[in-house]
């Protein structure tokens, strides 16, 4: 996970960036409580555990539009909790695989038959069912008695809930009628009804309680409370539609052995159902779509299984999901609300994202305020305006997006929104690229105060002193953001000034948490040590759009020291200058590229950050020095013709390597023209310039160094 985003502070968390961590969170904590659970060796203390759930707790807070559907804080089994034992699934509890569209489940179907090479007329049955929005459960009974319950967890293991289920009245503590097997593991779906919900809901509200987001919230939470006798106040419900480890199974078909569940006295869902045909599966999800909002509970979709527990073993699994089943998920839930500004949130990277702040509404049981409007393109293409009556969709793991406008409902002289050509956080330029292949803009804006915008800065610290860049030791991103918060360094220019400022600091850097008068003194020097770096490193610490290590090293190349590249660059903001076609002129060095490192010297806080590097004592390096000992060191030398013992890149690498700057034209900046056979204009112009050429036969001596 990446400590820079971990560090940000939750209020400065952009849309984006809070559904990027929600589900890297996610992840990481998922990953935590397997080795807590499965394999007893957690790799994190509790506190940082903790710290992990409670980042995720923040964010959702901040923004709920973005809960996960497999949130850490949906997970109720999967918390190390203490409190409740653990539970080892004989049988894993698996998950299902989703399908959305007629296409998919007529897949699902076409699956079905390929695997197990029916033809289209074979008889062919499934069965098909609601999707119950609750959580699952398993509930083992021995001998007929209700002995263990436990929740899903992880689908491994999951966590003892024997005595709260025990509360549920549509849980048989014993089963009814003869023949029941010694061992028989019910799995189904605990959830809250809507009525209840709202019961509940009303109950928390009087006794000065928060209220409940959704019955699956409440139902989790309910479920998991350490007092059953609370538990027993919360009304739960349950449907079984499944099952675990059984001594014996008493039906050869899935809705034989689910009736049986009925007949032992559990509740089935009542709409519960055989397909014969991918026409009926089909007719049976729109019939449930239609009922889904008199059902009485939530729902998100039906369940269809083949009907034969044989076929069912022949199908087997796929990774975590059944072959033999699939989920075919209702689409996202949309609301209608209205859109009451638009505001710019700029991420990591310096991109601009509208983002609609909407009049709370809730969508699919979530209240929903924020919607990403993606660019600037998007709010044209949406012909969107502040005032509009919207329609906002919310869909799983997506961020909530706006469908469209409701233009009927538009107020009389509804604004366009005017997007911004300045950043919010830093008031530099935001510009929007050419693609000079297809001459389309880029949809996105970006700032280009990288420097000094607050919301690329920890981003661009971090970069400034990786290992390809400055490479200073004990200066990692842990660290860089913390600095950053705590406004000791702020701009790269302050990581060199860092020690003088200790000096007369009251909170001295040795006293700081995970620090201590050696670390500190090891991290002086190490900074020390890299107060002259090579220009190509310097240039790329810079975080220029565009210049990575390679054209860091081009531009270093060519320009030889820094103060004739600031020079050359500064020039180049007049597109009519030499110094602009000179830049352009420079072998891989594109329009794009240009433009983004003109500009980037066109930013005037960018000056001050590289006047203040210097200032401090910074120094880059000329790569000449480096590479002094070649002939061509430092001279600008042109390929033209075909080349019949080098590829052009190659001896254009070689070249570089030799320390030379590789031009694509001729100019009387020109030293070496290398000219293979059928060399045109550009030898004529040479030639005519005075400048030196040579055959590729003395280009290969002179690389080989001869
Ligand atoms: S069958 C091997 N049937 O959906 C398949 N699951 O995405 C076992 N669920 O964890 C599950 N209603 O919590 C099945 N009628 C239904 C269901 C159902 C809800 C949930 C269940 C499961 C999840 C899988």
């Given at each position: 996970m990446s400590e820079a985003t971990e560090q940000k502070p939750v209020e400065e968390l952009t849309l984006e960036e809070a559904a990027e961590e929600l589900e890297r969170l996610a992840t990481a904590i998922g990953h935590h409580d397997k080795l807590y659970y499965q394999k007893d060796a957690p790799e994190v203390s509790d506190a940082e555990y903790d710290a992990l759930r409670?980042?995720?707790d923040a964010i959702e807070a901040r923004y709920p539009e973005l809960v996960r559907e497999d949130s850490p804080s949906h997970r109720v089994g999967a918390a190390p909790a203490e409190e409740f034992g653990k539970v080892r699934h004989a049988v894993p509890m698996l998950s299902l695989a989703n399908g959305f569209s007629e296409e998919d489940i007529r897949d699902f179907w076409q699956r079905i038959h390929r695997f197990l090479n029916l033809?289209?007329?074979?008889?062919?049955?499934?069965?098909?069912?609601?999707?119950?929005?609750?959580?699952?459960?398993?509930?083992?009974?021995?001998?007929?008695?209700?002995?263990?319950?436990?929740?899903?967890?992880?689908?491994?293991?999951?966590?003892?809930?024997?005595?709260?289920?025990?509360?549920?009245?549509?849980?048989?503590?014993?089963?009814?009628?003869?023949?029941?097997?010694?061992?028989?593991?019910?799995?189904?779906?605990?959830?809250?009804?809507?009525?209840?919900?709202?019961?509940?809901?009303?109950?928390?509200?009087?006794?000065?309680?928060?209220?409940?987001?959704?019955?699956?919230?409440?139902?989790?939470?309910?479920?998991?409370?350490?007092?059953?006798?609370?538990?027993?106040?919360?009304?739960?419900?349950?449907?079984?539609?499944?099952?675990?480890?059984?001594?014996?199974?008493p039906g050869e078909t899935q809705y034989d052995v689910v009736k049986t569940l009925e007949s032992w006295g559990f509740t089935v869902n009542e709409h519960f159902h055989?397909?014969?045909s991918v026409e009926e599966m089909l007719s049976f999800y729109r019939k449930i779509e239609e009922q889904r909002a008199s059902l009485g509970y939530d729902i998100d979709g039906v369940v269809y299984k083949v009907d034969s527990l044989s076929l069912q073993d022949r199908l087997g699994y796929v990774s975590r999901s059944p072959r033999w089943a699939l989920a075919h998920k209702f689409p996202a839930e949309q609301a209608t609300t209205v859109l009451e500004k638009i505001e710019i949130q700029v991420g990591r990277t310096g991109k601009l994202t509208p983002v609609a702040r909407l009049k709370p509404v809730t969508v699919g049981g979530v209240v929903v305020s924020n919607a990403t409007l993606h660019n600037e393109d998007e709010i044209d293409r949406l012909g969107v305006k502040l005032g509009d009556t919207v329609i906002v969709q919310r869909a799983g793991d997506v961020i909530p997006q706006i469908v469209r406008v409701v233009e009927e409902k538009r107020p009389k002289g509804a604004k366009k929104f005017k997007f911004p050509d300045r950043c919010p956080e830093c008031g530099s330029h935001a510009v929007r690229e050419v693609n000079p292949k297809t001459g389309k803009m880029d949809a996105d804006r970006r700032c280009t105060g990288g420097l000094v915008c607050p919301a690329q800065a920890v981003e661009r610290l971090r970069h400034f002193v990786s290992r390809n860049a400055f490479d200073i030791e004990g200066l990692g991103e842990k660290q860089i953001?913390?600095?950053?918060?705590?406004?000791?360094?702020?701009?790269?220019?302050?990581?060199?000034?860092?020690?003088?400022?200790?000096?007369?600091?009251?909170?001295?850097?040795?006293?700081?948490?995970?620090?201590?008068?050696?670390?500190?003194?090891?991290?002086?020097?190490?900074?020390?040590?890299?107060?002259?770096?090579?220009?190509?490193?310097?240039?790329?610490?810079?975080?220029?759009?565009?210049?990575?290590?390679?054209?860091?090293?081009?531009?270093?190349?060519?320009?030889?020291?820094?103060?004739?590249?600031?020079?050359?660059?500064?020039?180049?903001?007049?597109?009519?200058?030499g110094a602009w076609e000179e830049l352009l002129s420079i072998d891989g060095v594109g329009e794009v590229l240009a433009e983004s490192v003109v500009e980037f010297f066109d930013e005037k806080h960018n000056r001050e950050v590289l006047d203040a590097l210097k200032k401090a004592g910074v120094k880059a390096t000329p790569l000449e020095a480096q590479e002094a000992t070649s002939p061509i060191s430092g001279k600008t030398v042109v390929f033209t013709g075909s080349l019949e013992q080098m590829t052009r890149s190659e001896a254009k690498a070689k070249a570089e390597q030799m320390g030379a700057k590789v031009s694509g034209s001729v100019s009387a900046k020109t030293d070496l023209v290398v000219a293979g056979p059928g060399a045109g204009s550009k030898l004529t112009k040479a030639k005519e310039l005075g400048v030196e050429t040579i055959t590729e036969d003395e280009w290969m001596e002179m690389a080989r160094g001869n």
């Open positions: 409670q980042r995720n033809k289209e007329d074979d008889r062919l049955v499934l069965t098909a069912e609601p999707k119950i929005d609750g959580l699952s459960a398993s509930l083992r009974y021995e001998k007929g008695k209700f002995v263990l319950g436990a929740t899903r967890g992880d689908g491994r293991e999951g966590e003892n809930v024997t005595e709260n289920l025990r509360t549920i009245k549509s849980i048989p503590g014993t089963l009814k009628g003869k023949n029941i097997p010694d061992v028989f593991e019910v799995r189904g779906e605990v959830y809250m009804g809507h009525a209840d919900f709202e019961a509940l809901n009303e109950r928390q509200e009087k006794d000065g309680k928060p209220r409940f987001a959704n019955p699956r919230n409440a139902a989790a939470g309910s479920l998991r409370q350490l007092d059953p006798k609370v538990t027993a106040r919360r009304p739960l419900d349950f449907f079984a539609y499944a099952w675990g480890e059984v001594s014996e199974l055989r397909c014969d953001a913390a600095f950053y918060q705590d406004e000791l360094v702020q701009r790269p220019d302050e990581i060199f000034t860092l020690e003088e400022r200790d000096k007369s600091n009251l909170k001295k850097l040795k006293d700081r948490e995970g620090w201590g008068a050696t670390s500190v003194k090891n991290l002086f020097k190490a900074i020390d040590d890299r107060r002259e770096v090579s220009l190509d490193r310097f240039i790329f610490a810079l975080g220029i759009r565009h210049v990575g290590e390679t054209n860091a090293r081009l531009l270093a190349r060519s320009y030889g020291t820094l103060e004739n590249f600031e020079k050359q660059m500064l020039a180049a903001h007049d597109r009519e200058s």
